[in-house]
């Protein structure tokens, strides 16, 4: 089951907070009903919509919710997690045989590891193996991709909108000339369509683009050292020699995490936020 990432939520919050203090810093508590206009928020959200609904068909557009969602999760896999797993898995092939790593798999919850150790006790070529999951990694990478690519054009369009409500506001001003003195008010009213636009592109839709391709990044780079270790445990290896390979893909900060257990100062954070 995947973990909370609360960073996502967390930076869009202070996002908001530092644009609040900006407007009470500068107007006030009375300043915050400047900000808000009804129509200006059915002109961005309403044309952001309908320009999805135009660029995209009904099944990609039924994804949202669920790629929104991924944002807000982190990657279940641990990379010295997994190095232990293969370990232990190269250890017990070589002294009870591949056939007895199907216990193993009970305990094991991510699919991708269970179909890769599967393909290795049915004795399976390394290279078809390699093939198949490999193959695989390019589906989801596909997959991930076309979910993101609408919070990707929702940054792209937001902006847009924004600008297209201020034209709009502009020339319902400009057919009022003949009083100078709603100017000023239309004027800041046409503006924050513009302003509903860029926040959203820039605090919420293009940053959370961002994080999921990221973590598409993360779950390729996990599968290939899933690859390597199922090729490892398959062949035979050494398990020293297994732990060894695979410790390649660690950091420099997960490998003196290993070499120091009781440096534990980032994994306290992480669960502090867990609990929060």
């Known amino acids: 089951m995947s973990k909370r990432d609360l960073f996502t939520p967390i930076g869009i919050t202070v996002g908001f907070i530092m644009i609040m203090f900006g407007i009470i810093s500068s107007g006030g508590l009375g300043g915050f009903g400047a900000f808000f206009q009804l129509s200006s928020i059915f002109i961005v959200l309403g044309g952001l919509f309908a320009a999805l609904l135009v660029n995209f068909n009904i099944q990609q557009m039924k994804t949202t919710k669920r790629v929104v ?29 591949l056939l007895a790593l199907e216990n193993e798999l009970e305990e094991v919850e991510d699919p991708f590891i269970k179909k890769g150790v599967l393909l290795a006790i049915d004795g399976i070529e390394p290279e078809v193996i390699n093939d198949i999951m490999n193959a695989e990694i390019d589906a989801m990478e596909e997959r991930h991709y076309r979910g993101r690519i609408i ?16 034209l709009i506001g502009l020339i319902l001003m400009l057919q009022n000339l003949e009083n100078p003195t709603t100017l000023g008010p239309s004027m800041a009213v046409a503006l924050l369509t513009t302003f509903y636009g860029t926040v959203m592109a820039n605090l919420v839709f293009t940053p959370m683009a961002g994080k999921l391709e990221t973590k598409t990044n993360e779950e390729v780079f996990s599968k290939q050292v899933i690859i390597e270790g199922v090729i490892g445990v398959q062949s035979g290896q050494n398990p020293r020699i297994l732990k060894e390979k695979l410790g390649a893909f660690l950091s420099n900060q997960d490998k003196n995490k290993k070499e120091n257990p009781d440096d534990q100062e980032d994994e306290y954070v992480e669960e502090s936020f867990n609990e929060a």
């Open 69 to 97: 969602q991924e944002s807000f999760r982190r990657n279940g896999n641990d990379l010295a997690e997994l190095i232990e797993l293969f370990e232990r898995l190269s250890e017990r092939a070589r002294r009870e045989g």
């Open 151 to 166: 919070i990707e054009k929702a940054g792209e369009y937001a902006p847009a909108w924004g600008m297209i409500g201020t």
